[in-house]
Nanobody, 129 residues
Framework: QVQLVESGGGSVQAGGSLRLSCRAS????????MAWFRQAPGKEREGVAA???????NYAHSVRGRFTISQDNAKNTLYLQMNSLKPEDTAMYYC???????????????????????WGQGTQVTVSS
């Protein structure tokens, strides 16, 4: 059974940094995508960053240049390094996984939830001004 467990959220002032982690277990697909999504109260869920099994990446335009997604296959862990945080980055952040997925044909900045069928429970990020 696939399990995704996020950690690393917290409260930080604007301009600060946080690193989110997502530990995956029971996930043995050789081709896959993993991504970070976020949802703020009263807003729709949005894709933040994605990475696939070939280490191709994709970022939402709102975080490009500030956030970096990476993965450590030996540790089965996905990361999201978030720098220069802004109050509008405040949200619950979710890790998600999609088997048999590639980012090769995905338009830049487009990260949709459709292919992702495994989700973590979320970790809260709060950025104060």
């Amino acid at each position: 059974q696939v399990q995704l467990v996020e950690s690393g959220g917290g409260s930080v002032q604007a301009g600060g940094s946080l690193r989110l982690s997502c530990r995956a277990s029971g996930y043995t697909y050789k081709t896959y995508c993993m991504a970070w999504f976020r949802q703020a109260p009263g807003k729709e869920r949005e894709g933040v960053a994605a990475i696939d099994s070939d280490d191709s990446t994709n970022y939402a335009h709102s975080v490009r240049g500030r956030f970096t997604i990476s993965q450590d296959n030996a540790k089965n862990t996905l990361y999201l390094q978030m720098n220069s945080l802004k109050p509008e980055d405040t949200a619950m952040y979710y890790c998600a996984a999609a088997p048999f997925c590639s980012l090769n044909l995905v338009p830049v900045g487009e990260i949709t939830s459709g292919p992702y069928n495994y989700w973590g429970q979320g970790t809260q990020v709060t950025v104060s001004s």
